[in-house]
């Protein structure tokens, strides 16, 4: 069986085998972390902080920014530390937790997407309704069942895929551990039973597709039916960052798992994966943050009242070493005499 008695190890697919080239992966993927990290921080930050923003539409995107900061997380920081180390094994508690979690969160960050066509759906269609369509209940709701659907959907398939005998070695052609790569390990034909749970889940994810593709086709609709432009141009400018997210979401994830087999090799998979995985959660801050004013502005306040309240910090300090009768000028005057003491 595929379990920590037989398996207590598999082996990640190296993005190169030079040196050179390890260190180099290992300072892009720190620069892209780092960039994850600090533009996925400021959205919650500027959201939680920023009492304007305590709106339905901003709710769901501090969701959205806490699942990317998961998801890259999961996948990136083990990569970093097998380019550093010059390292390829990850235990098999770890593979485990590695595919719990993507998986927990991707799916939830697909239902928290289709959730948020729906949020723009009702804020342009039926403005009259939204109060009551999208409380603060209904908002807290909605978001509790995406991270729910997820978490549930990522208990069926780790519990289903680690319970498979596996034949085939412990090498995995991948830099983190996904489903389709433990299924090629498999030497029985229980793996049905999660090719079964998989194609459930992508007949769940088509539909949430088709959800938001017709929902902004009734979008684009009523926008284009506004008189003024605009109207017209923020009515866009409210859907073109979530639009973007979608697409670059459903396409990755499409180019990945539907490709021609005739084109598929290790090294484009490598590429296809990391593009899907780590791409979009460092791209989503850029995105909203570039076409969002409300975002932008309330960004540019926080760091300008963190920069004045640094300044005034290092200000007090020089101005109260600088007073005579201050405790660190004192302090000071003992140091440079100690003849005083």
Wanted: hydrophobic share 45%; with cysteine.
């Amino acid at each position: 069986m595929c379990n920590s008695s037989f398996i207590t190890e598999f082996l990640l697919l190296a993005f190169a085998d030079r040196r050179e080239l390890q260190l180099l992966h290992f300072w892009l993927f720190l620069g892209i972390y780092l960039a994850a990290l600090l533009g996925n921080g400021l959205i919650i930050t500027a959201i939680a902080c920023d009492h304007h923003l305590h709106t339905p539409m901003y709710f769901f995107i501090l969701n959205l920014s806490l699942l990317d900061l998961g998801s890259i997380s999961t996948t990136l920081p083990k990569a970093m530390a097998n380019s550093l180390w010059d390292n390829r094994d990850i235990s098999y508690q770890g593979c485990a937790a590695q595919i719990f979690m993507f998986a927990f969160l991707i799916s939830a960050e697909f239902s928290l997407l289709t959730i948020m066509a729906y949020d723009r759906y009702v804020a342009i269609c039926k403005p009259l309704h939204y109060g009551a369509l999208l409380g603060c209940r209904a908002c807290v709701h909605m978001a509790a069942a995406a991270w729910g659907s997820g978490f549930l959907t990522a208990v069926l398939h780790t519990t289903s895929t680690f319970s498979l005998p596996c034949c085939q070695g412990n090498v995995l052609e991948q830099f983190f551990c996904e489903i389709p790569q433990i299924l090629k390990l498999s030497c029985s034909h229980s793996y049905l039973r999660e090719v079964g749970l998989i194609m459930v889940s992508a007949c769940l994810l088509f539909g949430c597709f088709v959800f938001i593709v017709v929902s902004y086709v009734q979008i684009f609709r009523v926008v284009l039916r506004i008189p003024s432009e605009q109207g017209r141009h923020k009515a866009f400018s409210t859907c073109l960052p979530h639009l973007a997210v979608v697409s670059l979401f459903i396409s990755s994830i499409i180019f990945a798992y539907l490709k021609p087999p005739s084109i598929s090799s290790p090294s484009l998979d490598l590429v296809v994966s990391f593009l899907y995985s780590v791409v979009p959660p460092a791209l989503n801050p850029l995105i909203y943050s570039m076409r969002n004013q409300e975002i932008k502005d309330s960004l540019r306040k926080l760091l300008q009242h963190s920069t004045f309240h640094t300044v005034q910090h290092l200000l007090g300090r020089i101005l109260e070493s600088q007073d005579p009768w201050s405790p660190l000028a004192s302090l000071r005057t003992t140091t440079s005499n100690p003849s005083n003491t």
